[in-house]
């Protein structure tokens, strides 16, 4: 079966950096991917690593370590739009294409 | 190019009724995903189709709950005689054919509340 852990809450202030952790067990999979969810609001994609290493798309980058089972999403120069609920995500390649998501961590970002 | 429709964006049952939910993929897209989402929860699978096929439906309660994808119009996601405990925002996501699901389109989804 798969299973992500990430934590429930992170809290930090604007302009900071912060990075949210997903330990992660799947027996294969394609790829981790990241998604931003706002109240009320529908997921929205943020990033994808098929490989290890550090993917960056502007403020936001996301980390990939197969043999750690591990991943994190950074975000940095944070600003108050930003808080939401980021949920680190696995697409299984055991057949079929469904993605298996964490419970989500949900960043509270202050003035 | 319109994004993932989910109608409606909220619906309100009464125990026993039965909740119907739609969903109409981006277009070009013959992937189609339904998730459900408890409060403060994530989204937790469904089931999986493709045109007229259901293709991975082991997040499906058993009992109750049945989707269709049909060659013409959207996907419809069923809940025969609702309970309270199936009160959730409902989320369908689409992707193109042919890929490994890099990214899922989601709609805004549907909130079912029954009271």
């Known amino acids: 079966g798969q299973s992500l852990e990430q934590p429930s809450e992170v809290t930090a202030v604007e302009g900071a950096i912060v990075q949210i952790n997903c330990t992660y067990q799947t027996s294969g999979f394609y790829g981790l991917s990241w998604y931003q969810q706002h109240d009320g609001g529908a997921p929205t994609f943020l990033s994808y690593?098929?490989?290890?290493g550090l993917e960056e798309t502007g403020r936001f980058s996301s980390f990939l370590s197969r043999s750690d089972s591990y991943g994190y999403l950074l975000l940095q120069e944070l600003q108050m739009k930003d808080s939401a609920s980021y949920f680190c995500?696995?697409?299984?390649?055991?057949?079929?294409?469904?993605?298996?998501f964490g419970a989500g961590t949900r960043l509270f970002v202050k003035a | 190019n319109a994004g993932v429709m989910q109608n409606p964006r909220h619906l309100v049952r009464r125990r026993g009724q039965e909740a119907r939910l739609r969903c109409s993929p981006m277009k070009g897209h013959s992937h189609v995903y339904w998730y459900r989402q408890l409060p403060e929860e994530g989204l937790k699978f469904m089931v999986y189709?493709?045109?007229?096929?259901?293709?991975?439906e082991s997040g499906m309660p058993k009992e109750r709950f049945s989707a269709e994808f049909p060659k013409e119009g959207p996907s419809i996601l069923r809940i025969q005689q609702v309970v309270r405990g199936d009160s959730a925002a409902y989320f369908c996501a689409s992707s193109p054919a042919g890929t490994e699901n890099t990214e899922a389109f989601f709609g805004q989804g549907t909130r079912l509340t029954v009271v």
């Open positions: 189709l493709q045109k007229e096929n259901i293709i991975d």
């Open positions: 995500a696995v697409s299984p390649n055991t057949g079929g294409f469904k993605t298996i």
């Open positions: 690593n098929a490989l290890d």
